[in-house]
């Protein structure tokens, strides 16, 4: 194959996150390495939120100058790329022999949802394009092994993968959102001061469907947040069933 038509590879950074590149040895800084510069990264996203991290704010956290950091990660684009891995971590464990899919992909769901929860900033950063990272992968795999006796084709257990995990990132979005509202307004339920505030603007008349929602006191109650993903999730799982008995 011409090497101008050659596939670019994977960042040198990427590389080293999956052991298939030596780490920089010389240079100013020996103390300094790629899982000390996200390991901080990760610590001042969590202190102070993503638009804290920088290549400067990382390296003054650790003592280095900035452009040392640039030896083991070119840009921070790919940072937040490893950052993500290493707040999120690996899948939950395999599903074992004989377990059907749909206990697996609620283990590899909830395991998400609490992934995300405690790292809200990771849903902060624009997924780019399939999984690159260890754990990235990790996940994909975990998800596809569990629809592997389905009877479904490789395009639709992506698929199936793809809509449970922009489902758990809408709802880790949603809550840090609404948090954030909240912290706002010093309204701990938004959803019933929504409410408050928009039954005097509308009617029954031309708003039939929503008034009966609001007389019902529905979004007035202090809901759990994890009750309610659970819930819904069992309802993307409904539709999945449907597809599954459809193939089998």
Same mark, same amino acid.
């Given at each position: 194959?011409?090497?101008?038509?050659?596939?670019?590879?994977l960042?040198?950074?990427?590389?080293t996150?999956?052991?298939v590149r030596?780490?920089?040895?010389?240079?100013?800084?020996?103390?300094l &390495? /790629?899982? @000390?510069? %996200?390991?901080?990264?990760?610590? *001042?996203?969590a202190?102070?939120?993503? +638009?804290a #991290?920088?290549m400067?704010?990382?390296a003054?956290?650790?003592g280095a100058?900035?452009? &040392? /950091?640039? @030896?083991? %990660?070119a840009?921070?684009?790919? *940072?937040?790329a490893?950052m993500?891995d +290493?707040? #999120?971590?690996?899948?939950?464990a395999?599903?074992?022999?004989?377990?059907?899919?749909?206990?697996?992909l609620?283990?590899?769901?909830w395991?998400?949802?609490?992934?995300?929860?405690?790292?809200?900033?990771?849903v902060?950063?624009?997924?780019?394009?399939p999984?690159?990272?260890?754990?990235?992968?990790?996940?994909?795999?975990?998800?596809?092994?569990?629809?592997?006796?389905?009877?479904?084709?490789?395009?639709?257990k992506?698929?199936?993968?793809?809509?449970l995990?922009?489902?758990?990132?809408?709802?880790?979005?949603?809550m840090a959102?609404?948090?954030?509202?909240a912290a706002?307004s010093g309204?701990r339920?938004?959803?019933?001061s929504?409410?408050?505030?928009?039954?005097?603007?509308?009617?029954?008349?031309?708003?039939?469907?929503l008034?009966?929602?609001?007389a019902?006191?529905?979004?007035?109650?202090d809901?759990?947040?994890?009750e309610?993903?659970?819930?819904?999730?069992?309802?993307?799982?409904d539709?999945?069933?449907?597809l599954?008995?459809?193939?089998?």
């Amino acid at each position: 194959m011409d090497a101008m038509s050659e596939e670019p590879g994977l960042p040198a950074s990427i590389e080293t996150a999956w052991g298939v590149r030596e780490r920089p040895t010389k240079g100013p800084k020996p103390g300094l &390495s /790629l899982d @000390r510069i %996200v390991a901080a990264a990760v610590r *001042l996203a969590a202190a102070e939120g993503l +638009a804290a #991290v920088s290549m400067g704010r990382v390296a003054g956290e650790l003592g280095a100058a900035p452009m &040392s /950091l640039y @030896r083991y %990660v070119a840009s921070k684009d790919e *940072l937040l790329a490893l950052m993500v891995d +290493a707040a #999120v971590g690996p899948p939950p464990a395999a599903s074992q022999p004989g377990e059907d899919w749909r206990p697996g992909l609620s283990r590899w769901s909830w395991s998400y949802y609490e992934a995300l929860g405690r790292h809200p900033w990771v849903v902060r950063i624009p997924i780019s394009g399939p999984p690159t990272t260890p754990n990235g992968v990790a996940w994909m795999e975990a998800g596809l092994a569990s629809l592997a006796e389905t009877g479904l084709d490789e395009g639709e257990k992506l698929s199936v993968i793809l809509l449970l995990s922009g489902y758990v990132r809408n709802e880790v979005t949603l809550m840090a959102d609404i948090g954030a509202a909240a912290a706002a307004s010093g309204e701990r339920n938004v959803s019933g001061s929504w409410s408050r505030l928009i039954r005097g603007v509308i009617d029954a008349e031309c708003f039939p469907a929503l008034h009966r929602a609001l007389a019902s006191g529905v979004l007035d109650e202090d809901d759990d947040p994890d009750e309610d993903f659970g819930w819904r999730l069992e309802r993307v799982l409904d539709g999945v069933d449907v597809l599954v008995r459809e193939r089998g």
